[in-house]
């Protein structure tokens, strides 16, 4: 994509110390203003091989990141409040993003287009997430039935989905069987002591996600009382890597809702 005339307003030496803004810079052709990656930035893949690595998610490497001379850090959620602390002191402009549904992520990125100065071009890339959205709900519509969907997001405590997450299972054709706990922003608030609710709420599919630990079916089968769960009764039991979903970013627009349907739709042909 063709960078036109906004290369010259806008910031000018971008640090991402998240994923989701990499990828959306990538996207709309403004690649050559990162200065600096988060270390787990998998998307795209020439963003690893390109940017310096300055990030962790709860770390970072600030003399490395200062050494870059940016105009512009970008980064995600209270966890990243002491980073930004820090920069900002430094005299670095920080923005932390906190966008936790789909609606939120499609409005991230119109914000941060709008911000390194491609507001025209991040409304249209915008737009296509939310067409390719619609489309799949659409589909979705047509499931002579909808699954009941329990996502893990952590194994050791039990942890469930966030917000996006449940919405995007929703758009794939599944209903999350833990509304009211995916509206929790944080993590800590979506803990279970155990895995009884779990049992109790009888998911037909699980969809396990263990932020960048590999997902194990088997131990979640094996889980005291959980062989009466028909998902694990029928074998539904799947993993989503963590780059495809647990990023509120493009990637879960695109990628990650789409094997969330893909195995959904299998499920609904086998009933």
Known sequence: MAHG??????????????EEPTEVLYALGEQDRIVGISGFTVRPPQARKEKPKVSAFTSAKIDEILKLEPDFVVGFSD????IAAV?????????ISNHRSVDGIVDYVRRLGALVG???????????????LDEIEAQSARLPQRPRVYFEEWDEPIITGIRWV?????????DDVFPELSAEPLAKARILANGDPVIER???????????KKFRPER????PGWDAIPAVRDGELHEIKSPLILQPGPAALTDGVRQIADIVQAWARRR
């Not at 991040?122 to 390719?132: N, P, S, T, V």
């Not at 449940?166 to 599944?174: F, K, M, P, S």
């Open 87 to 95: 920069l900002v002191r430094r005299g670095v402009e920080v923005w």
């Open 202 to 212: 009888a998911p037909d599919i699980i969809l396990g996600s263990w932020c960048g």
């Open 118 to 132: 491609c507001a025209a071009r991040a409304d249209a890339y915008a737009d296509e997430l939310r067409r390719g």
């Open 220 to 223: 979640v089968a094996a889980r």
């Open 166 to 174: 449940a919405e995007l299972v929703r758009i794939a054709g599944g």
């Open 79 to 82: 966890i990243q409040a002491d």
């Open 5 to 18: 005339s906004s290369r010259a307003t806008g910031p000018q030496r971008i640090v991402c110390l998240t």
